[in-house]
């Protein structure tokens, strides 16, 4: 199965964003990927657009039936890294806020899963933008998700996510052998952790990992640092984009290579016999 990561550069133009992910779909489809990975925030990258689009039922309808049609156009299963909902999963509304929600399509187009960011961005970061707040603006969800496809089982993550190794064991002990990363990581925090993180939870749970990140400049305060990547389950690093601004990154997922990771050093069973 060929799976593929898309790089973007979103502003608070929707209809520029939309535009930008379907050229780079195009892209990824052209080197035959059959399931790809959008970034967080694909949609929007800014505060006031995403909390208005969340609540805008007529928009959010318009957007999901786009992202559907993409997926039977193409064939794929599309994952779009996150979107802002104001519905929780047991369909109440949330208030003021929006959910970060992962949406996961497969190719005729059907909504097979979602899941909403847990952990959230609120830290302080030396760049020109500062302050990062995200529970001002997000809602936090509280359930893992794995979603089973025939070529492999997804574990569903987003962005902050990636700090937090005993999230990726959960989903790992929940069957996951492709963790998905949709990520929106700064400038100055990717530079320092982001190549870094994404391959040791590949390597600590013998999986593949699937990283999506925004990449360049949004706005005068807001730079992400791209290099979109896929690492195997022996972290090695199979395709990277090294430049800023929009592109693909697209490598093979292979079955027997996570299973002769895991044969050859049965980290998990060991993790269980430690009582962890």
Known sequence: MRIAAVQMVSTAD????????????????????????????????????????????????????????????????????????????????????????????DPQGTLLSSYDKIHLFDVDVADAHGRYRESDLIEAGDQLVVVNLPECTLGLSICYDLRFPEMYQRLRAMG???????????????????????????????????????????????RTWGHSMIVDPWGRLLAEKSEDGPGVVVAELQPDLISR????????????????
């Open 14 to 105: 929707l209809k520029a964003n939309l535009r930008q992910a379907e050229t780079m779909l195009e892209q990824a489809t052209a080197q035959g990927a059959e399931l790809v990975l959008l970034p967080e925030n694909f949609a929007l990258l800014e505060s006031s657009a995403m909390l208005a689009l969340a609540h805008s039922e007529q928009q959010q309808q318009e957007v999901y039936a786009e992202l559907s049609a993409w997926a039977r156009r193409y064939g794929i299963y599309l994952i779009a890294g996150s979107f802002p909902v104001a519905q929780r999963p047991d369909g109440s509304m949330v208030e003021h806020r929006v959910r970060a929600r992962c949406l996961v399509f």
């Open 261 to 276: 990771c895991r044969a050859e050093m049965p980290v998990l069973a060991h993790r269980e016999k430690a009582g962890f």
């Open 176 to 222: 996951a052998d492709l963790l998905l990363m949709p990520a929106a990581f700064t400038y100055t925090t990717g530079q320092a952790h982001w190549e870094c993180l994404n391959r040791a939870r590949a390597v600590e749970n013998q999986c593949y990992l699937l990283a999506a990140n925004q990449g360049g400049q949004h706005n005068p305060s807001r």
